[in-house]
């Protein structure tokens, strides 16, 4: 969560020297795996059946009551229980834009559906926010009785107050914002879902005449929200935005030309930033404009969006380094903006890189740079080793992504991965004493918040691992969202793209019936301290084969402290994680000393059979 005001920055950065980490290569089919989880985490409501983050329950069911309108539902935007608007908005927009660009690589790596699923999550609550044509609902909760608090959603005591834009008190960068993200969900919706596509686009269409027509910024009528997402940038560039999907949706050609009409006077050509994140959208509107430039849909806007794409191509050279004013690097080449939060530009400004360097490569030309002529592929180049210092090439040898590799932050700042899950203790967690027991607690978090993306290092490459560290530790759901079409692309391969013609998102694969989940019995002994559960989580098919993924619990049964353990795995086709190898068995991995009396592990593989045969060769117990 931002937690004050920030300044936009117009004055020339200073580019650091990007040094190389040529380590280990990355599964980036993993990591994709696991950023999706964590939006299952951030999840607000009635959890559904297929939820596959079981340490979360039901919260928040009686959001909107007071207000007379159903607001359950949604997603929690960082660490806090806090339903805002505008950062949940944009957050939608870019895993629809991320599922657009890269559904046919989020298809072959098994995770279009719950993609799909993570859009509909948060469309399905913008749907409910949106009750009247001029009424859109853009926050519930108040992050200052919120942050007085740490408790578990599944607790909540804080004031769960309904906040709203209508036209006497307008949001014009809030309801633009929310068209956008209707407008583009209604892409991914086109073909599975063409009734639920439909709705999403009735109300994108109202949403942008609400925000057009009764002009003005939402944290001036929603003041509760100036302190966590004030609207810095104002909102011309939302309404641009929001007109750039609106035309990629529909192909109307009243928003092609609100973008050549205002292009000038919304500061769409005038714009050279540096930075593109849930407040500044003018990047993302220039890069969109420059693909529709490139598809040759301008007609007599061509002179207009030229203008746009010089801008676009403006940021894309200042992340190279290539530019007239290049954007900041840590030592180890990260992108640095700012202390707080920094990943959320670093994830946002790969992913634009990315679909760019698909657009020029489609188009057959290059970038023009003030240092010169620079190919396609440099800019994947650099939006790989953004994603690789993310994932552990970096001077500290540190993830930045919870439960990817082994070692990467265990204190996160975050209320429900911290606090012990209600499904194993449900004694309610007070507002303070929450605080007392869990927040100042040194030690890992009980619940693994699996997939999400921390604040990051500082300018220096340097980071803490401390619950308290709210700049550096606190993950946020607009860090993960551009991520997950980039992480596709770089798994999917290098062929077969062509990001200009027409878009057409893939249908999720149906399941494929899987062998029955299998239990592997610990071997026989009166007691049986250690038991083994085996199912399986999902399946996929890939060049005509199935593959399955299979999740084992390790569960220590005595009452006793497991100080080793060693297991056979037999019949494995495929790569495991969560697992030391030892010789011809498998030990704890680094992470894990011991397993005390009660709690499990678990480990995954991958393979296009039936589950491995996984029995216990030896134990300690202490």
Not at 98 to 122: M, P, T
Not at 430 to 436: E, F
């Amino acid at each position: 969560m931002e937690k004050f005001a920030r300044l936009i920055s117009m004055t020339p950065l200073f580019a650091l020297l990007c040094l190389p980490f040529a380590l280990a290569g990355h599964d980036y089919n993993q990591a994709l795996s696991n950023s999706l989880l964590f939006f299952e985490a951030q999840r607000s409501g009635f959890l559904p059946h297929n939820q596959r983050v079981t340490w979360r329950a039901n919260s928040g069911l009686n959001d909107g009551k007071a207000s007379g309108v159903d607001l359950v539902g949604g997603y929690y935007d960082a660490g806090d229980n806090v339903k805002f608007g505008l950062p949940m908005a944009f957050t939608i927009t870019m895993m629809s834009w991320s599922i657009i660009e890269y559904g046919k690589q989020l298809g072959s790596s098994g995770e279009l559906g719950h993609a799909i699923d993570a859009v509909k999550w948060g469309t399905d609550y913008l749907i409910k926010a949106h009750p009247k044509p001029d009424v859109l609902y853009g926050e519930v909760g108040d992050g200052n009785t919120d942050h007085y608090c740490w408790q578990r959603p599944e607790d909540m005591t804080t004031d769960r107050r309904a906040y709203k834009i209508d036209p006497s008190n307008p949001g014009s960068d809030l309801a633009g914002e929310t068209a956008a993200a209707m407008a583009a969900a209604s892409i991914v919706f086109r073909h599975s879902n063409p009734a639920y596509a439909n709705e999403l686009l009735t109300h994108a269409y109202q949403l942008f005449d609400f925000a057009d027509k009764y002009r003005g910024k939402y944290d001036s009528s929603i003041s509760v929200a100036q302190k966590y997402y004030r609207s810095v940038s104002g909102y011309n560039d939302e309404l641009l935005w929001a007109a750039a999907w609106l035309y990629q949706a529909s192909n109307n050609q009243y928003y092609l030309n609100y973008l050549g009409n205002n292009g000038d006077s919304m500061g769409g050509t005038g714009w050279g930033m540096t930075e593109f994140g849930w407040d500044v959208k003018y990047a993302g509107v220039q890069t969109l404009v420059a693909k529709f430039l490139m598809q040759g849909k301008a007609g007599n806007h061509a002179p207009v969006f030229e203008k746009y794409q010089q801008k676009a191509e403006y940021f894309m050279c200042s992340c190279l380094g290539k530019g007239t004013r290049n954007v900041q690097k840590t030592p180890g080449g990260l992108i640095f903006r700012q202390r707080w939060n920094n990943m959320q530009f670093v994830t946002s400004a790969s992913f634009l890189a990315t679909v760019y360097s698909d657009y020029l490569a489609s188009a057959g030309r290059n970038l023009n740079c003030a240092a010169g002529n620079v190919a396609p592929s440099q800019l994947l180049a650099f939006a790989k080793s953004q994603v690789d210092y993310i994932l552990g090439d970096n001077p500290r040898a540190t993830s930045y992504m919870v439960g990817y590799g082994s070692n990467y932050p265990r204190q996160v700042h975050h209320r429900a991965s911290s606090i012990v899950s209600f499904k194993v203790d449900p004694t309610f967690v007070s507002c303070r004493g929450g605080y007392a027991t869990w927040f100042s607690k040194k030690g890992n978090d009980p619940n693994l918040l699996t997939g999400a993306i921390v604040g990051g290092p500082d300018a220096y490459d340097n980071f803490a691992d401390e619950r308290d560290n709210y700049e550096q530790t606190e993950p946020a759901t607009y860090n993960n969202a551009p991520i997950l079409g980039l992480l596709a692309r770089l798994g999917g391969g290098h062929g077969g793209y062509n990001q200009l013609l027409p878009v057409v998102v893939p249908a999720p694969l149906k399941k494929i019936p899987a062998p029955h989940p299998k239990v592997t019995p610990a071997p026989a002994s009166t007691s049986a301290p250690i038991s083994i559960a085996q199912k399986m989580t999902t399946t996929w098919l890939a060049s005509g084969k199935t593959y399955y993924r299979y999740s084992t619990i390790v569960t220590n049964k005595s009452a006793k402290e497991l100080k080793d353990i060693k297991l056979s795995i037999s019949k494995l086709y495929g790569p495991l994680w969560g697992l030391t190898k030892s010789g011809n068995s498998y030990a704890f991995p680094s992470w894990i000393g011991s397993l005390p009396a009660g709690k499990s592990l678990e480990f995954v593989y991958i393979h296009s059979a039936s589950a491995a045969d996984v029995s216990v060769s030896s134990y300690t117990l202490a």
